[in-house]
């Protein structure tokens, strides 16, 4: 098991890649606590929960909306109060939506930002202090393909996922010499609820799929993996970079 012992807290945990993710985490013999957003997703956030408990490890449910700053202190405080320290930190919240620049309003621009990279700022801040207590630890950030391929539509996420590519550089320099690694994964696309409007569109679907090397939408437990991998110490000397997980649609032709 790549994580025996550790200390986990997964943000955005109660659905797709965060599941995914929580749940190996606690497969390779973590403790997880699984982050949620809204009381509607209590339950899924328990069903978790009780996952990562079969697998052996302790499980534990906060509601804390990320870009909220006394809301991220309070859940990092008690994360690691109850599962006795932190050494994983995955900043997997997110949200997306389409709207044409020139519609934008500000409202609809602040809330992607705050979310996706306020909310990661936050939650790293307040885990790295932990962590630099402790002497190590990893946070993985769950960024995108659109960290570097321009999406129309989708400006305020771009700008968000490109900016969780220097936040995490800074931070892997900046927090190297307390023994802390920082890095982002980037999936392509990922059949999750957040595409459940391409997944609802057969048209839409085979013209994402088109674009896959690999010809299909990855699987959120095919992040999950790499996840593991990037937070255990077999990834050791891994800080300051983004593992790309996307099939590899990032080869396509239009996007190089
Ligand atoms: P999802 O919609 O299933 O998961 C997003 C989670 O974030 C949800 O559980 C949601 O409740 C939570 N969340 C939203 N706002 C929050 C807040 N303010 N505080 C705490 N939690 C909040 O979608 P998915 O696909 O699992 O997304 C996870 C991450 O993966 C996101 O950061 C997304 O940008 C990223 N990603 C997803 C891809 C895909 O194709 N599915 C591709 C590339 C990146």
Known sequence: MLLQGRKALVTGASSGIGRATAERLGQEGASVCVNYY???????????????????????????????EDAVVAMVSQAADRLGGLDLLVNNAGIEKQIPL????????????????????????????????????????????????????????????????LLMQTAARELAPKGI???????????????????????????????IPLGRMGQPEEIAAAVAWAGSDQAGYVTGTTIVVDGGMSLYPKFV
């Open 181 to 211: 690694r920082v890095c982002n994964i980037a999936p392509g696309a990922i059949a999750t609820p957040i595409n459940q409007f391409v997944l609802d569109d057969p048209e839409a679907k085979h013209a994402v799929e088109s674009e």
């Open 38 to 68: 809204s009381d509607k997703e209590a339950d899924d956030a328990q069903a978790v929960v009780r996952s990562v408990e079969r697998s052996g490890g302790t499980g534990l449910a906060i509601r804390a909306d990320v870009g909220d």
């Open 102 to 165: 020139l519609e934008m309003s500000e409202k609809d621009w602040s809330a992607v930002i705050r979310t996706n990279l306020t909310g990661a700022f936050l939650c790293l801040r307040e885990a790295a202090k932990v962590m630099a207590g402790a002497g190590h630890g990893v946070v993985v950030n769950m960024s995108s393909v659109h960290e570097f391929i321009p999406w129309p539509g989708f400006a305020h996420y771009c700008a968000t996922k490109g900016g969780l590519k």
